[in-house]
């Protein structure tokens, strides 16, 4: 019991603490609202858990062998992140209900979680706090991977939430702009720590 409370804990505080993820949810919130953000929403919870039980299965055992290929992994989703931020903030210029009728998919959602930086340092150090070391322990990841798909709908969904809330006040076209212009640059502080960790490994001092 004391075990599933610890993850659960962890789960809490890494999907709802501010996020890639958190970020474009709430930006779908504000521009195309709640109902047609859920597809996004379900994308990114679902496929964070499989993302997540795949780590634990056999990912940790690749990357201890071959950890250049968890920095490659880390590098082109800080800088997959970063063209995104970048289309946020262009898309704040020039911003029409025209524009923007499409928003992203459930399996725009899914597949975004491999490319997501702090997916990848979020679902490694979930499994290797709570696995057993040196095994893989499928109940064990099972485990963690529910505990996950059960807490990230209500922590990623109240973004969802706060940014359709936030479509009422942002309906003239400079506020939208401004929310939009904010919610790049969150997402380019979100993940300035991963890159400060990949400065490290190719930098050691």
Do not use: D
Not at 80 to 92: D, E, H, M, Q, T
Not at 106 to 119: E, I, M, P, R, S
Request: net charge positive; charged share 5%.
């Amino acid at each position: 019991m004391e075990y599933l409370f610890a993850v659960l804990l962890f789960a809490i505080s890494s999907s709802v603490t501010p996020g890639p993820n958190n970020v474009l949810v709430m930006t779908s919130g504000v521009n195309f609202g709640i109902r047609k953000s859920l597809p996004l929403l379900c994308g990114i919870c679902i496929g964070f858990t499989i993302m997540l039980f795949l780590v634990g299965v056999g990912f940790m055992q690749l990357f201890m062998l071959y950890p250049q290929f968890h920095l490659g992994i880390k590098i082109i989703g800080v800088a997959y992140l970063l063209y995104l931020a970048v289309l946020i903030a262009k898309s704040a210029a020039s911003y029409s209900a025209k524009q923007h009728s499409s928003p992203l998919t459930f399996l725009n959602g899914a597949l975004y979680q491999w490319v997501n930086a702090k997916a990848w340092v979020v679902a490694s150090g979930a499994i290797a706090a709570f696995t057993t070391v040196g095994t893989v322990n499928l109940e064990q990841n099972i485990q963690i991977a529910a505990v996950f798909l059960f807490v990230s709908f209500p922590c990623v969904g109240v973004w969802l939430v706060f940014g359709s809330v936030l479509k009422k006040y942002l309906t003239h076209r400079n506020y939208r702009q401004w929310f939009n212009y904010s919610m790049a640059l969150l997402l380019v502080l979100s993940v300035l720590p991963v890159l400060q960790e990949i400065k490290q490994q190719l930098f050691p001092t």
